[in-house]
């Protein structure tokens, strides 16, 4: 400070100024070069585009996320019967938050949300959800005709054909990142799904994903149903007199004022 208010003279950098260029990021590597998810960052932008508060968008986007990742799973799974409803949303919300606390965080990573929704809705559910918080309607990659380039935590691989990685540093980041394993099963893909079709014993035991569905809605039909036979039948009312499980009798506490 002293130095800018005297107007002292400084070296000079010796370092030649780059020409700035502009790459085009993937749409699986958008994570690493945002502060926060493509999806929160997608909400921002809408948000401003319609002139609405953005506040609460950081809170409001693992909501927004999760809304978005239960929408894309029915449709692509085609499933009618789930348990993916508001009670389920809540203990995932609250269990997002007990680990984001437990990792002395303000806001989830997206482990925590997938580790999250793995233990809510499986593995399928949890792919779901990661590929929902990957979603970033405004960038097309496929009409881009920049030179592209892979970025990972700290480090970038420039062009196609280069294979050694960069040391960069993200300036928009505020939280440190890391690399953690998961093991997920995602739903196989065409080819694997035939080769299974041509090898599979007819002799031995078989699945068939159609009759499966119905026994397991089955099953979930009659589990709600008996939940809730048994929340009416343990239901029962205290008399209103003395008791304190329903609150302090105000009217006897009034008429014998001490």
């Known amino acids: 400070k ?29 994570f690493f070069a ?24 950081a809170i409001d986007g693992v909501k927004a996320i999760l809304l978005q990742a239960r929408e894309n799973f029915l449709k692509k799974h085609k499933v009618r019967y789930h348990n993916l409803n508001s009670q389920s949303f809540q203990i ?64 970038a691989i420039f062009g196609e054909e280069s294979n050694q990685p960069v040391q960069m540093k993200n300036r928009l980041s505020e939280i440190s990142m890391e690399w953690r394993t998961m093991n997920l099963k995602p739903e196989p893909d065409i080819k694997k799904q035939q080769q299974w079709k041509y090898r599979w014993n007819p002799f031995g035991q078989c699945s068939w994903p159609p009759e499966d569905e119905k026994i397991e809605n089955l099953n979930t039909h009659v589990r709600e149903q008996t939940r809730y036979l048994l929340s009416h039948d343990l239901a029962r009312t205290e008399k209103f007199t003395s008791s304190v499980k329903d609150g302090i009798d105000t009217r006897d506490t009034l008429r014998n004022w001490h």
């Open 92 to 155: 995932f919300l609250q269990y997002v938050r007990n680990l984001t606390l437990l990792e002395q965080r303000l806001i989830p990573d997206l482990y925590t949300l997938v580790v999250s929704a793995k233990q809510i809705g499986g593995d399928l559910f949890a792919v779901a959800v990661l590929e929902a918080a990957r979603i970033y309607p405004y960038q097309d990659s496929d009409s881009s005709s920049l030179e592209p380039v892979t970025l990972g935590i700290e480090s």
């Open 2 to 30: 002293e130095a800018f208010d005297e107007l002292r003279a400084y070296p000079e950098s010796q370092t030649p100024v780059a020409i700035p260029r502009l790459f085009d990021v993937g749409k699986e590597q958008l």
């Open 34 to 57: 945002l502060s926060e998810f493509p999806y929160t960052t997608y909400l921002y932008e809408k948000n401003r585009q319609e002139m609405k508060s953005d506040s609460h968008v």
